[in-house]
């Protein structure tokens, strides 16, 4: 798809007595509508993405507790200086001044073109550049990477969900959309008339998904550093590679 204390200084060790601080804790903005990756179930925010932020943050001593909200005012909030950070984000030109950036991303991912299951099937499985002059359904407030968001003759028609955008090319007002496989395969389940209706065409390059931190918020420097420690320990630990194998097994098609 969002209350502060300064940073406590863990084994701070007073006179005759040892002091145990407590951990940091910070608070999140998150996706709540994009699962396989963030999204709100049963009351509940959960999802790929969730489980690795919480694991890196727990890996450099912080409890991170996160308040669901839609993705475009998660972003809006953390540029603002309201939140401390929001995910899901790919890192492209078009953003890139506007908030600070971990290390290394989370992990990556690639958009797949889809169009109607009755369109030709291309010779050749399409790219980005072969949408130029095409109607391509995309999600409002959505970076699709740096080949498609900086070509500005993809003719994009913005919807406010993924649900719409399927939903767009079915009534012939556009002709392709964007949306990862997982992504795809659990928004079918939840909409079982789109099942069956759409195929793969082509796809986009593989890029990174992070977790963009705030500019303004008084808390980045020092949460961005542990965050980045944290996600460098859990991906040498084996810790985010179990996490997303997970995720991939409860993806999977059947």
Known sequence: MHRRRALLLPGLLLPGRAVVAQPQ?????AEDDWPPYSAEVDGRIQG?????????????????????????????LTRAGTLLACFNTTRTALIENDYLWPARPMFDERFLIWARADAPTPRTPLRARDLEGQQVAVTRGY????????????????????????????????????????????????????????????????????????????QSPAMLAAFNDGMKAIQANGVAKAIQERW???????
């Open 248 to 254: 991939r097994q409860r993806t999977a098609a059947p």
């Open 143 to 218: 970076e699709y990477g740096a080949e498609f968001d900086a070509n500005p003759r993809i003719s994009r028609v913005v919807t406010a969900h993924d649900e719409n955008n399927f939903r767009l090319m079915l009534r012939g007002r556009a002709r392709y959309t964007l949306a990862p496989d997982a992504n795809t395969r659990l928004l079918f389940k939840r909409h079982p008339d789109l099942a069956g209706q759409f195929k793969v065409v082509g796809q986009l390059d593989a890029f990174g998904i992070y977790t963009a931190f705030s500019r303004l918020h008084p």
């Open 48 to 76: 790929l993405t969730v489980d690795l932020v919480t694991a890196a943050f727990a890996a450099a001593g912080v409890q991170a507790r996160f308040e669901p909200m839609p993705y475009v005012r998660c972003m809006a």
């Open 25 to 29: 804790q910070v608070v999140i903005g």
